[in-house]
């Protein structure tokens, strides 16, 4: 489970970075940035190596 959640957060965070800086989406780009930044914290906090 744990390795699949930091695999969503780096999807995530490589979808937010094209959506950046190639495309104009609004918000929905900044959610998922602020939803892989969760996950990535959760994943820290959990203290489990990959």
Do not use: S
């Not at 390795?3 to 190639?22: Q, S």
């Amino acid at each position: 489970m744990g390795n699949l959640l930091y695999t969503i957060a780096v999807v995530m965070i490589i979808l937010w970075a094209i959506g950046f800086f190639a495309y104009n989406t609004g918000a929905i780009i900044h959610i998922l940035l602020v939803i892989a930044v969760i996950a990535i914290l959760l994943r820290l906090i959990q203290g489990k190596r990959i």
